[in-house]
Structure formats: structure tokens, C-alpha cells
């Protein structure tokens, strides 16, 4: 899928999330301005000491600069604190800015899609990294060139040894970016591959179970599990790496400091309580550097996290406002429709015609992938036909708010998802505080009233997403009054009776009726006979075309007749 424009998409909201806290890191930058100035207490306090208490023998000169340097650790404490906090919020702000648009995106992205985007996660990501301590030595790393330019002024063959040291570490920290980038985005592509097929296995453990596929999956998965594993390692170890030479350097450094110190102590031309500050004012100046070295990995996941809610929020097309439209009638059009999925190049849907008005049902039938739910999505509104249009009650899909166009529209889908929550819950398309009367209302027209009673909690039965213990009669069942909660104009059923018994097929028949005699439309995409009996009207697809249509019995002995011909056309009976 092509990155939509900045205009008509989702990533505007991406920048103006980070923009909004500039408050914020105003307040951490203020905070990091004392904060850093109050660090000089240490080499200020170290060169009093040895130059004017020592040389003094003063306990009283002693006794008030510890009392006064106390007081100013304490300050710093606070300070540091504060920024911290303040960053905190910061990233929550950030988090919260964003978590409704992401988790909208990532409804919005399409199945076929690059899997390994989680968006929540990328976020999370983000958030935690601004919440942490290593993201405050950005604030303080621009306060290294000060504290080097205080060591000049000691001796500038100190200021010389420290400048040369933080260049040093400054090439370990471009090099370390280099040299790991890739392989911590190796390491996690594939943690999250071995994730994926993790949570796959435990959707399908049944099957695995049954099919005696468990030593197979298990091994497969620890094949990807040890790749990740192995990766992680790898891009542990360079980093790692990177760390420790990192910190024996500084350590040097120190040394090397103390040591051209005590030689320029030697010849007179520094003072022991300036050799003593200038060690602990390198310490200072290279500490954000080696900081961030140690939790580069941190930030190289960041990045990473922003740049793939980048290319998320590039895909996701903009929530353009709409009139809100009066609740439309029952006619539905679909003129010269042609349909390219999300991700292909070849259309699934070829010149597509179809009408149906109210009190009508429809019936599409046709061979598996013949393009039945193609025709479901594309009138749902997921699908956005390359050409032609589909309107509903005169307005066509994109003049309607999307939960607006859902709330007219019920949908049973060939393969029932249920989300976590109650039987209620799942019925009443997870709204908050929904109506009883109506969520039993639903269920009584689906059939399920008296199934769900017969569950330990009734309505108010948790389920686990898919994860339940409801069989697929009952999960399609439950299915059903969710696609007719809300009293929709229009009913889509995709294989509705794939999982019913008689009872069930004789019920949903009897909704269909219903819905017909309430002036509403039906539209049943199948290919079994039974599904069709309510049928005013059929069409056959083949191959995303309509090779027929018309009233139903017509159709039917079209049909009929066409499949008699074939078979006489290719096979002869043997010649007695």
C-alpha cells in the first residue's frame, strides 16, 4: 500500500502529539539549566577544601561549606526529581494524545498486511523510553562542551586531554549507532516473528492437538525462538561491547587526567584542589555520553518504533466529517463495481450489478473464492471499489460516517469473531451502558434467547474472545444477534448456516422473514441450497463475475439444466 499525503492521512496527528508537550520540555529544560549548574558543587567543594581549608586549617570554613553543599545536593535532588517526573507525564501525555488513533489504525489496517505491526506496542515503546532516566542525558549531554571549557580554565593541557577523551567517546557512540542498527532491528523482526507464531499456535491448539501437529509446531517455533534468541544475543554482545570499552575508557580518562594533573602539580603550575575538580568535571562532562552508550539499545528500539508508526499513520487515510444522514431506506445499488483487495494487483470483482429494495433477499451464490465475500466487504464499506459505485437509500457509502453506516447495516460474517467480554457485551457490539431490552430483543430474533439462558451466566457469561468454550452453532448464533442489534436496514449473511442444525436453519429462515416483512433487505451469500429458500432473487458469481441472475427458481433450473448439459457433453456411455 502506497503512503497516503500527509493531508489525507493519520501522521499529522503524529507531530502535533509530540509538539503539544513543549511546555513541558521547557519546564525539564529549565530544571536541566540548574540541575547541571548545581553539578559544579562537587569540584567547587573539592577545590575550596584542598586549597583553602587544607591550607587554612579551618574547621569552622570546613563545617559551613559541607552545610552549604549539602543544602545544594539537596536542591539538586529535588530538581532532578522534578524533571523526571515531568517527563513522565510528558510521555503519558504523548501516549494518550495518540492511543485512540493508533488503535483506530490499526482497525483500519488490512489483514494481508505486514503483521508485525503493532502500533500500541510502538508506542509503548516510545513512551517508556521518555518516561526513563537515559532520555534526561539528551538534556544534560549539551551541558559537555561547558564543563570541558571549565577544565580549560584550570590548564589547558587538561582541557586538551578531556576534549580529545570526549571526542574519542563521541566516535565509540556514531560507531556503535553504525555498527548495531541493523541488528537490532534483526533482533526484533525476529522476536516478533516467534511472538506471532507463538499466539498462532495457541489460537489453533486445538487443531495442533488433534492433528497430533504439537511436536512439529513446537519445533518450528523453537527453531524461530532460538534465531531470535540468537540475535538478541548478538546485538547484546556489540553493544555490550560498545559499553564496556566505553566505561574502562572513562575510567582511564580519569586516571590519564589525574596523572597530567599531579605533573603540572609537580612543576607549580596547578593547585592539588584544581587537578582533584577537573577529574571530577570529566567525569561530569562524559557521563550523559557513556549513559546513553549503555542504553543506546533504547533508543535505537525507539527509533525504530517511530518510524514504523510513521509509515502506519502514512497508510491510514484521514477521518473526513460528514452530514449525518437520516436513517436511509432499504435500497441498495451496486452499479459497475470493480474491486482490487488491499495489497493486490488483480481485481476480485468484475463489473458488479446488483440491485435489491425493500422486503427483497437476495442470494449470491457461487463456488469457493468465487468472489461472494469480496461483494460482503465492498458493500460493508471496507473495501473501496476501483470503479463504480454502491449506494445505500440514494447516498452513496462514503457520504455515511463509518459506525453510523455500521449501525444500519448487520453483518454475519463466515468466520464468527467474538471479543473478549460478556454474551451481552459481544451482542450489543461492545457498547457502553447498552440497552437490555434491546440486546435480548437481538438474541430472541437470532434464535439464541433460550441457548444463552442455558450458560452458567446467562447474558452475562464472559467470554475469551474466541478462546470460549461455545461451540460454533452457539458462537454463530450469538453472531447473529449481534449483526441484528440495533434494528438494521440491511442484513449481510456470509455462510450463515455453516454451523446450524435444522432448528437453526428453520430460525435464521424465519428471521429473513422477518426482516422481509418489516420492509428491510437481506442479502445470503452461499452455496447451500437450504440458505436460499427465503430468496426472492439470485445471483451466480464465477470467478469475481456474474453469470447469472434473476428470479430465484429461474436461476435454479438455469443451473440445473446447464450442469445436465455438461455432464452429457463429457461422458459417453460405454457402447454395449
Not at 493508533?102 to 505491526?117: H, I, K, M, P, T
Amino acid at each position: 500500500m502506497q503512503p497516503l499525503s500527509p493531508q489525507n492521512s493519520k501522521i499529522g496527528e503524529l507531530e502535533e502529539a509530540r509538539r503539544s508537550g513543549a511546555s513541558l520540555v521547557l519546564v525539564v529544560l529549565l530544571f536541566s539549566f540548574f540541575v547541571n549548574l548545581l553539578m559544579l558543587t562537587g569540584p567547587l567543594f573539592m577545590l575550596q577544601v584542598y586549597d583553602r581549608v587544607l591550607g587554612s586549617r579551618s574547621e569552622e570554613t570546613l563545617a559551613a561549606l559541607f552545610l552549604l553543599v549539602g543544602g545544594l545536593y539537596l536542591l539538586m535532588a529535588a530538581l532532578d526529581y522534578a524533571r523526571g517526573r515531568v517527563m513522565a507525564r510528558y510521555g503519558a501525555a504523548f501516549q494518550s494524545a495518540l492511543d485512540a488513533t493508533v488503535f483506530e489504525a490499526n482497525l483500519q489496517q488490512s489483514v494481508g498486511e505486514d503483521q508485525q505491526r503493532t502500533g500500541l506496542r510502538d508506542l509503548e515503546v516510545i513512551q517508556t523510553l521518555t518516561g526513563s532516566p537515559v532520555f534526561l542525558a539528551l538534556f544534560d549531554i549539551p551541558w559537555s562542551p561547558l564543563f570541558l571549557l571549565a577544565i580549560f580554565i584550570f590548564h589547558p593541557m587538561l582541557g586538551w586531554v578531556a576534549l580529545t577523551g570526549g571526542g574519542i567517546l563521541i566516535a565509540f557512540t556514531l560507531l556503535n549507532q553504525f555498527l548495531t542498527r541493523k541488528k537490532v532491528q534483526r533482533a526484533q523482526m525476529t522476536s516478533q516473528q516467534a511472538h506471532a507464531f507463538a499466539n498462532q499456535a495457541q489460537i489453533s491448539r486445538e487443531i495442533i492437538q488433534s492433528q497430533g501437529m504439537r511436536a512439529a509446531v513446537s519445533d518450528r517455533w523453537l527453531r524461530r525462538q532460538y534465531e531470535a534468541l540468537n540475535d538478541r544475543v548478538s546485538s547484546a554482545d556489540w553493544t555490550g561491547g560498545f559499553t564496556a570499552v566505553t566505561k574502562a575508557f572513562r575510567l582511564f580518562l580519569q586516571s590519564a587526567m589525574l596523572a597530567v594533573g599531579a605533573y603540572y602539580v609537580l612543576r607549580g603550575e596547578l593547585t592539588a584542589g584544581a587537578m582533584i575538580a577537573a577529574s571530577i568535571l570529566l567525569g561530569r562532562a562524559l557521563a550523559p555520553i557513556e549513559q546513553m552508550l549503555g542504553q543506546w539499545g533504547n533508543f535505537q528500539r525507539a527509533r525504530n518504533s517511530w518510524n514504523s508508526l510513521n509509515v502506519i499513520l502514512s497508510q491510514t487515510p484521514k477521518a473526513i466529517a460528514v452530514t449525518p444522514l437520516p436513517r436511509p431506506d432499504a435500497r441498495l445499488s451496486v452499479k459497475s463495481v470493480i474491486v482490487v483487495p488491499p495489497g493486490a494487483k488483480a481485481a476480485t470483482l468484475k463489473n458488479i450489478q446488483l440491485e435489491i429494495n425493500p422486503g427483497e433477499a437476495l442470494g449470491i451464490i457461487g463456488r469457493s473464492g468465487s468472489g461472494k465475500s469480496s461483494i460482503a466487504k465492498t458493500i460493508l464499506g471496507l473495501w473501496t471499489p476501483a470503479s463504480g459505485e454502491v449506494r445505500l437509500g440514494g447516498a452513496k457509502l462514503d457520504q455515511y460516517d463509518p459506525d453510523q453506516l455500521g449501525r444500519y447495516i448487520g453483518y454475519l460474517p463466515q468466520n464468527v469473531t467474538l471479543l473478549g467480554g460478556t454474551i451481552a457485551e459481544n451482542i450489543a457490539r461492545m457498547e457502553i451502558n447498552a440497552d437490555g431490552v434491546a440486546i435480548v430483543a437481538a438474541a430472541k430474533r437470532a434464535n439464541a434467547h433460550e441457548m444463552i439462558l442455558t450458560l452458567p451466566n446467562g447474558y452475562d457469561t464472559v467470554l475469551e474472545g474466541n478462546q470460549s468454550r461455545l461451540s460454533g452453532g452457539q458462537r454463530q448464533r450469538v453472531a447473529l444477534a449481534r449483526a441484528l442489534y440495533g434494528d438494521p436496514v440491511l442484513l449481510i449473511l456470509d455462510e450463515p448456516n455453516s454451523a446450524l442444525d435444522a432448528d437453526g436453519s428453520e430460525a435464521l429462515n424465519q428471521t429473513i422473514r422477518d426482516f422481509k416483512a418489516e420492509g428491510k433487505a437481506v442479502i445470503v451469500m452461499t452455496h447451500r441450497p437450504t440458505a436460499i429458500a427465503e430468496c426472492d432473487s439470485l445471483v451466480v458469481l464465477d470467478h469475481g463475475l456474474i453469470v447469472s441472475s434473476g428470479p430465484r427458481d429461474e436461476v435454479l433450473k438455469s443451473q440445473i439444466k446447464n450442469a445436465v448439459d455438461i455432464r452429457r457433453k463429457f461422458y459417453q456411455p460405454a457402447a454395449s
